[in-house]
């Protein structure tokens, strides 16, 4: 299996702040890439597919970018409900995996 | 606008079956897309358990093939898990999600949108 590991496992930002998630891939997984945010008590919501394809709705200060075994998450300017967990996903090979997520925390 | 909800027992015996089943709405399954099932052990990270084509072909996690099935009813526009044998391990949040697939000749983009609010399972005597 390919093994997803997520950098740092949590952080502490303020609103207006500009954050950066890491997920390395244990192999070469090109842009099969997917990014994932989930709130306390609620399901997973979509936001970038197959790296860097934003989802529609999805506000544009969310960027994604990478290839390879290295990839990053990046919300230019954080907002209040953007506060959460995110979540790396590779789709190159089965068993689709998650990385272990990062929580982003108020300041 | 696609919604699918999980359905199903809270509470499981080890060594019982677990089964669950996804209701969607907002869109026929017999089209086409693929769905899936989805688990999150209680503050855990995801897990992929498996995913159904429309008309019928599977495919799994392996670490839990040999105890998992997962099925798709047309008709009542649902489609199914069962998990067998389980224990307390598999006690999590399952969720159920379609699984959108995007290909060409040269590439393959698979991604879960949207999600069922989830369910929680619980394996306990």
């Known amino acids: 299996d390919i093994q997803m590991t997520q950098s740092p496992s949590s952080l502490s930002a303020s609103v207006g702040d500009r954050v950066t998630i890491t997920c390395r891939a244990s192999?070469?997984?090109?842009?099969?890439l997917n990014w994932y945010l989930q709130k306390p008590g609620k399901p997973p919501k979509l936001l970038i597919s197959?790296?860097?394809s934003l989802q529609s709705g999805v506000p544009s200060r969310f960027s994604g970018s990478g290839s390879g075994t290295d990839f990053t998450l990046t919300i230019s300017t954080l907002q209040p409900e953007d506060f959460a967990t995110y979540y790396c996903q590779q789709t190159y090979s089965t068993p689709w995996t998650f990385g272990q997520g990062t929580k982003v925390e108020i300041k | 606008q696609v919604q699918l909800q999980e359905s199903g027992p809270g509470l499981v015996k080890p060594s019982e079956t677990l089964s669950l089943t996804c209701a969607v709405s907002?869109?026929?399954?017999?089209?086409?897309?693929?769905w899936g099932w989805i688990r999150q052990p209680p503050g855990k990270g995801l897990e992929w358990i498996g995913s159904?084509?429309?008309?019928?072909?599977?495919y799994y996690n392996p670490s839990l093939q040999s105890r998992v099935t997962i099925s798709v009813d047309t008709s009542k526009n649902h489609f199914s898990l069962k998990v067998h044998s389980v224990t307390a391990a598999d006690t999590a949040v399952y969720y159920c999600a379609r699984h959108v697939n995007e290909y060409s000749s040269s590439w393959q983009y698979n991604w879960f949108d949207p999600w069922g609010q989830g369910t929680l399972v619980t394996v306990s005597s």
């Open positions: 159904i084509y429309h008309t019928g072909g599977t």
């Open positions: 192999q070469s997984i090109a842009s099969y």
């Open positions: 197959a790296t860097p």
């Open positions: 907002g869109y026929s399954i017999s089209i086409g897309y693929y």
